[in-house]
T-cell receptor, first 112, second 113 residues
Framework: DAGITQSPRHKVTETGTPVTLRCHQTENHRYMYWYRQDPGHGLRLIHYSYGVKDTDKGEVSDGYSVSRSKTEDFLLTLESATSSQTSVYFC???????????FGAGTRLSVL | GQQLNQSPQSMFIQEGEDVSMNCTSSSIFNTWLWYKQDPGEGPVLLIALYKAGELTSNGRLTAQFGITRKDSFLNISASIPSDVGIYFCAGQTNTGTASKLTFGTGTRLQVTL
């Protein structure tokens, strides 16, 4: 793994509850990304960060927010989880704009 | 959202055979990337291509960046059982603040002895 830790690895929660997923990197990379992976849709970008406190929306950002207060940590928050947010969530990092992205091991989230 | 057309969706091959898969898009990309994903794990970067026409190898893997910048292919020579997994292509575009990846839907490879 490219120095990326996602936590938790598995979570089961109930509809309407808030959920926060954490991505921690030890590579000091500038760019960090959150994706979700669903059957038939592949990997889709939720939000990304291009520096501390600098974030922007991806393709499927509705219902999600992010924060990055330190270079090494990128948090993804589901303010009020819904069943449609049941998915596998991946964090990725990149040191260069235009360079390859390196992925964490993922968090499997089930919203009941 | 935009998706890449990746084919084939799945393939069964015998150990020792060569494998070929490709990815096409209606849009131009600056970079093409190929990833492999094993069950329960995140995608692992195999090859990155940065120039139109570029041909790059990584061991038994060879990939090419299409001249039109709208397609790429990946070849695996002399397949072995550990090649089993899902292979994803990804096209990368640069925005003003960062680069973004668009992924294909994957090719599931299964290797029989």
């Amino acid at each position: 793994d490219a120095g990326i830790t996602q936590s938790p690895r598995h979570k089961v929660t109930e509809t309407g509850t808030p959920v926060t997923l954490r991505c921690h990197q030890t590579e000091n990379h500038r760019y960090m990304y959150w994706y979700r992976q669903d059957p038939g849709h592949g990997l889709r970008l939720i939000h990304y960060s291009y520096g501390v406190k600098d974030t922007d929306k991806g393709e499927v950002s509705d219902g999600y927010s992010v924060s990055r207060s330190k270079t090494e940590d990128f948090l993804l928050t589901l303010e009020s989880a819904t069943s449609s947010q049941t998915s596998v969530y991946f964090c990725a990092i990149s040191g260069l704009q235009g360079g390859g992205e390196y992925f964490g091991a993922g968090t499997r989230l089930s919203v009941l | 959202g935009q998706q890449l057309n990746q084919s084939p969706q799945s393939m069964f091959i015998q150990e020792g055979e060569d494998v070929s898969m490709n990815c096409t898009s209606s849009s131009i990309f600056n970079t093409w990337l190929w990833y492999k994903q094993d069950p329960g794990e995140g995608p692992v970067l195999l090859i990155a291509l940065y120039k139109a026409g570029e041909l790059t190898s990584n061991g038994r893997l060879t990939a090419q960046f299409g001249i039109t910048r709208k397609d790429s292919f990946l070849n695996i020579s002399a397949s072995i059982p550990s090649d089993v997994g899902i292979y994803f292509c990804a096209g990368q575009t640069n925005t003003g603040t960062a680069s973004k990846l668009t992924f294909g839907t994957g090719t599931r490879l299964q290797v029989t002895l």
